[in-house]
């Protein structure tokens, strides 16, 4: 991937500075690059001290292609310099080097308090050669990560600029690692001599994907027969075949959440954590069944939506009425958003066998996306940032013409090089696709869903009244930040705040870090008058109530991190008692 590319290649840069610096300073101690000290579930971009077991040094090297993803990437950085600061046999200092600017300034002002040094390179005059220096050359620079790094050493060599900045890079590394904040020192240092818990047992369970899919099927299963139509979306998402009798259920998380506590009152439970959008969404992905419908629509009017004016009127017939033209089965619902858009990235993605082919994204990376502007945003960025409402048609909103446009346009240029016999010839790859988008994708992770919050209130763990509250960290504290910056959304009962999270294979590492993140930051507020960290008043004991597929050194490392116990989501008479 490209971002993955890049991040390696800004890595090398950062190896050529530290290689530049050691022999500066030569009590600086062996520098190790992408290895793994023992006691971490993380592997840093960069350790140094005498072996890379016992670092006195620990360097993150991060980049983000948007301000929107900056805030998830800032969860995972505070992951890696928890699990740094309190899994290894030393206590190193631990340093974040980024090199885009677009993060977030408030984000800035977070690390800057959590972290022993930072260098922000793209806010530096030399980081933005050096990030167009990459932008340059990054198609023609090596994959191998050793082979990258002697290729751009030899043309550090052979460029003054670039070298000059490399030059630039290698003093801020140097005050960035020497650098020293007391306040930190006495927060690692009290959080390495707290006393930890010990994790339960890894197993996977299935509450989340269960209850989604059960909702899904809603009463499409009754007494052991199904419709026809119904059978035809569960059939096709896999949730359902068909026996000598009725039907049987061939889903695995389907499977297990029958055969669990919850099969019987799943209504009950759902009653209180389902949205607007979680049920729109449920309805999308029950009208698979209208995707042939959907094909010959665009079959018959592929010359009008293969230019800007056609494909505009037929958004704007969608916008009015979805069903228009389309023959809807007895028993389907009719669609209620403007589902040319969905068709047309699942034949895209079809077409070019690449799940991230086609997206919101796509308006921002158009090359007409900064042809005009609206406010202060080029109307790709925010077609890309806004248009999902219109698309959905959100009653209260109402795009300007020249956002309309733009999307037609860009719409139609996807479908100007399709004919109708490739479209005929995908058509099972489509229907693959918009399952992977709507079903896989957006519906199993749906944030409208929170089914563990649910479960805690329904068995009265938690009550009714209870709210979900943010709170913002010590480091957010310290950085004087107000707003949703640096906040973990939790309950609080008594003396004890409670986070809740489900994951998948996919998914799990990234989560994995975000939590280990997120404890310390709960544990410890900041006392502004004696300018040092503290026990957060009123909080006893921080748990974590788990569902998914966590593997025991997700939940060894979680411990560690900070969290005093965690429970599984079936298991929640032991939450009940641990409350304090």
């Known amino acids: 991937m490209a971002g993955e590319r890049k991040g390696k290649t800004y890595e090398a840069l950062v190896k050529v500075a530290l290689d530049r ?14 290895e793994t000290p023992a006691g971490m579930t993380i592997e840093p971009d960069f350790c140094i ?32 310099l928890v699990e740094a600061k309190t899994c290894l046999a030393t206590v190193p200092r631990v340093v974040n080097i980024a090199f885009d600017s677009i993060i977030k300034e408030s984000l800035k002002k977070l690390q800057a308090a959590a972290f022993d040094g930072q260098v922000v390179v793209g806010d530096r005059d030399y980081g933005v050669e050096l990030i167009a220096w990459v932008d340059q050359h990054l198609a023609n620079l090596p994959t191998a990560m050793m082979e990258k790094l002697e290729v751009i050493t030899e043309m550090v060599g052979n460029n003054d600029g670039l070298n000059r900045a490399i030059s630039r890079l290698t003093e801020d590394l140097g005050k960035a690692i020497t650098s020293t904040l007391p306040e930190l020192e006495q927060l690692w240092g009290m959080e390495k001599d707290r006393i930890r818990g010990k994790a339960p047992v890894a197993r996977d369970t299935y509450v989340r994907r269960g209850f989604t899919k059960r909702i899904l099927l809603g009463n499409a299963i009754n007494g052991g027969s199904i419709k026809s139509e119904d059978y035809i979306w569960a059939h096709k998402v896999g949730l359902l075949n068909r026996a000598i009798k009725g039907f049987h259920i061939v889903d695995h998380d389907l499977e297990w959440f029958m055969s669990s506590p919850w099969a019987d009152s799943y209504e009950a ?6 949205t607007q959008g979680f049920l729109q969404q449920v309805d999308k992905v029950r ?16 010359l009008e939506l293969q230019t800007k004016e056609g494909m505009l009127e037929h958004l704007r017939k969608q916008l009015t009425n979805p069903a228009e033209s389309i023959d809807i089965p007895e028993g389907v619902l009719a669609p209620q958003n403007i589902w040319l858009f969905d068709y047309i990235g699942a034949l895209i993605k079809a077409r070019t066998n690449r799940s991230q082919g086609f997206g919101y994204s796509t308006f921002a990376g158009h090359v007409d996306a900064k042809s005009s502007y609206i406010g202060s945003m080029d109307v790709g960025t925010w077609c890309s940032c806004f248009m999902n409402q219109y698309f959905n048609r959100h009653t209260a909103f109402n795009p300007p013409v020249i956002a309309e446009e733009y999307v037609a346009n860009v719409l139609a240029e996807q479908l100007k090089t399709v004919s109708s016999l490739e479209i005929s010839r995908l058509s099972d790859d489509i229907i693959s696709q918009y399952i992977a988008k709507e079903y896989e994708a957006t519906l199993l992770a749906h944030r409208g869903f929170d089914p563990l919050l649910a479960i805690m209130i329904h068995t009265g763990i938690i009550k009714a009244s209870s709210r979900k509250t943010g709170i913002s960290t010590c480091f957010a504290e310290k950085a004087g930040l107000g707003g949703q910056a640096g906040k973990t959304t939790v309950v609080k009962v008594k003396n004890t705040l409670i986070n809740w999270q489900s994951v998948s294979d996919a998914g799990r590492d990234h989560k994995k870090k975000e939590l280990c993140g997120r404890a310390v930051g709960l ?3 900041w006392d502004a008058i004696r300018n040092q960290f503290v026990r957060r008043p009123g909080v006893n004991k921080l ?14 490392a979680l411990v560690r991190s900070g969290w005093d116990q965690i429970f599984y989501a079936d298991e929640l008479v032991g939450l009940a008692a641990a409350i304090m």
């Open 523 to 525: 544990r410890y507020s």
């Open 543 to 556: 748990i974590l109530v788990l569902d998914g597929t966590w593997r025991q050194k997700d939940l060894d």
């Open 49 to 80: 001290g005498d072996d890379v077991n016992h670092p006195q040094i620990v360097i993150l090297v991060t980049h983000s292609g948007s301000a929107k993803n900056s805030d998830m990437k800032f969860w995972r950085n505070m992951g890696e």
């Open 21 to 34: 610096l050691r022999t500066e300073q030569e009590n600086l101690g062996e520098i190790f690059w992408n």
């Open 269 to 274: 439970v759902s009653g209180n954590c389902i």
């Open 287 to 302: 009208s698979i069944v209208l995707l042939e419908e959907y094909t010959r629509y665009v079959l018959e009017h592929l």
